[in-house]
């Protein structure tokens, strides 16, 4: 069965859940949350592919913002998107020496049966890169990012195997927090990735496939189920 990493955290959340969605293909209807991801998400990649470098990126990005038709109030994440463009590519002495390698690139790693959207790929001048996830909340600990952050590592180093991925991090978009994590060999601290926890999250998808087989996807009781769009669903096949 073909996973991704929303598909891995929907597991991992409630195993119910995961098979309404992806076994079952019981589709949901998308929230405010998820539509304003969506949006953001949207107007992020339309300026990143025509990005003119020399210019006002909040111009830039508003200007795409008042031709897009959402029906929520962007200006928030968008200003903390500016923000962090300036600061990667305008302000040498914050980050500077990047160069935008990809944006929201789907790839698909055959060998993992795995899929994923990659946001954002910069490349440094080491030619190493730097893969960025957008997340519209506010800023948390990087912690329990590291698991989806290791499949965009695996993901991307599968389609460009003559690349590494160094590092990977969030852009939270409501408060302009960045949080990232660097892959090492051997350090193993919150601000690290070591080679076997990014060997455990591969073999978590076997473990989960193998969990799927033996049909054991049972619901999760948690205070999330009031709000989960298959809650009538399964309080009629007995909840819990």
Known sequence: ????????????????????????????????????????????????????????????????????????????????????????????DTIGGYKIFSAEEYIYDKEHDFSGLADLILEDEDGHLVVIDYKT????????????????????????????????????????????????EHQNKGSYVTQEDYEAAIQLLDFIRQEIKDNRLYPEQQYLCKHCGYKEMCDKEGGL
């Open 1 to 92: 069965m073909k996973l991704s990493k929303s598909a891995v955290n929907s597991f991992l959340k409630c195993r119910r859940e995961f098979k309404y969605q992806y076994i079952d293909k019981i589709k949901q209807e998308p929230n405010e949350y998820m539509q304003l991801g969506t949006d953001v998400h949207a107007i992020a990649e339309t300026f990143v592919k025509n990005i003119d470098m020399d210019g006002d990126f909040y111009q830039q990005i508003d200007d795409i913002y008042t031709s897009y038709d959402t029906k929520f109030d962007l200006s928030r994440h968008l200003l903390n998107l500016s923000i962090f463009f300036d600061l990667l590519f305008h302000d040498e």
């Open 137 to 184: 909340g506010k800023s948390k600990g990087i912690k329990k990012y590291r698991l989806e952050l290791c499949y965009y590592k695996m993901l991307i180093e599968s389609k460009y195997p003559d690349k590494k991925v160094t590092t990977a991090g969030i852009l939270f978009t409501k408060d302009a927090g960045m949080r990232f994590i660097n892959f090492t």
